[in-house]
């Protein structure tokens, strides 16, 4: 079954979590872990894991074929192009050549297919629901974000040294924290640090 709500718990490895809404399916699967310094992050170490991830609404692809090996190096490399394409189109760079050529080669495979229940109100995907079905489903959507409307509101996280990148779809357009309750409280109690020490 499909849904329509974005977002994930993340878990820091010091200790903590906090429930982190990318704004995108695409963008949440982005943080899933990463290369070098992110690697401590990583939640994709085995197959099984990437059909667990898949299988969570959304994109709730519940895998019919059990995940490969090879398919979970395709996600990272795909994941990986997320992270810099986001990234570059945040600080308004041009996108990197092979971060666009991987998004592309996972985006010409077959995508999930949706289907209508008998019931005729509920969907879900139609058999086989395979990895990378639901990987060309996320790289068509990185596509469209990145072509769209959407595109000028891709930001990076205005928190210290949080590297977090999301959408921001919201009316104002004036989101600028990965998570109120992470980074925005953290710049409240800063900026309210400051104000007292200037009063002292």
Not at 43 to 59: I, K, S
Request: proline letters at 8%; charged letters at 20%.
């Amino acid at each position: 079954m499909r849904a329509s709500a974005t977002g994930r718990v993340l878990h820091d490895p010091k200790g903590g979590s906090f429930h982190f809404d990318a704004g995108a399916t695409c963008l949440d699967f982005a943080h899933t872990g990463g290369e070098g310094r992110y690697a401590v992050f990583e939640t994709l170490h085995e197959p099984a894991d990437l059909g667990e991830w898949l299988a969570q609404p959304p994109p709730a692809a519940v895998m019919t074929v059990p995940v490969t090996a090879r398919e979970l190096a395709a996600a990272k490399a795909l994941r990986q192009a997320i992270w810099d394409a986001a990234h570059a189109r945040a600080a308004c760079r041009p996108l990197p050549g092979e971060a666009v050529a991987i998004i592309n080669r996972a985006a010409a495979a077959a995508p999930l297919v949706p289907e209508l229940a008998t019931d005729g109100t509920t969907t879900g995907w139609a058999p086989p629901v395979r990895a990378t079905h639901a990987l060309s489903t996320l790289a068509r959507e990185m596509i469209e974000l990145l072509s769209g409307p959407l595109a000028g509101r891709i930001r990076e996280c205005a928190g210290d040294n949080c590297p977090l990148v999301f959408v921001d779809s919201s009316r104002p357009g004036a989101r600028r924290w990965c998570a109120m309750e992470r980074c925005g409280n953290r710049h409240k109690l800063r900026a309210h640090r400051a104000r007292q020490a200037g009063d002292s």
